[in-house]
Nanobody, 127 residues
Framework: QVQLVESGGGFVRPGGSMRLSCTAS????????IGWFRQAPGKEREGVAC????????YFVDSVKGRFTLSRDNAENTVYLEMNNVKPEDTAVYYC????????????????????WGQGALVNVSS
């Protein structure tokens, strides 16, 4: 069964850090790019970051650039999103998704073509 499972999430204070994991089963994660998306209450899901299949390229939207990092452990079939210096506006449900490239994050509207998603992990940034 092809699936992605996220772990991590919870409450974190502004300025703090949190790491989310995205573990794949049913396929090898190093054959795909993995995008991260988030959806805040009352807002549309938006792309946040993406790591290429090789791990050699990463992309971050401006709002998280310099604060979020991505890494992957192919042996564990897992991608990690490290969130540093978090802000209240980072509060959202975070999802990872399988992509052939990073188009789902980079190209407007391409998110609709992504078919394999994790269940989501809530990150709540509050003091």
């Amino acid at each position: 069964q092809v699936q992605l499972v996220e772990s991590g999430g919870g409450f974190v204070r502004p300025g703090g850090s949190m790491r989310l994991s995205c573990t794949a089963s049913g396929f090898f994660i190093d054959n795909y790019a993995i995008g991260w998306f988030r959806q805040a209450p009352g807002k549309e899901r938006e792309g946040v970051a993406c790591i290429s299949d090789s791990g050699g390229s990463t992309y971050f939207v401006d709002s998280v650039k310099g604060r979020f990092t991505l890494s992957r452990d192919n042996a564990e079939n897992t991608v990690y999103l490290e969130m540093n210096n978090v802000k209240p506006e980072d509060t959202a449900v975070y999802y990872c998704a399988r992509d052939l490239s990073c188009a789902g994050v980079v190209v407007a509207g391409a998110i609709k073509y992504l078919e394999v998603w994790g269940q989501g992990a809530l990150v709540n940034v509050s003091s």
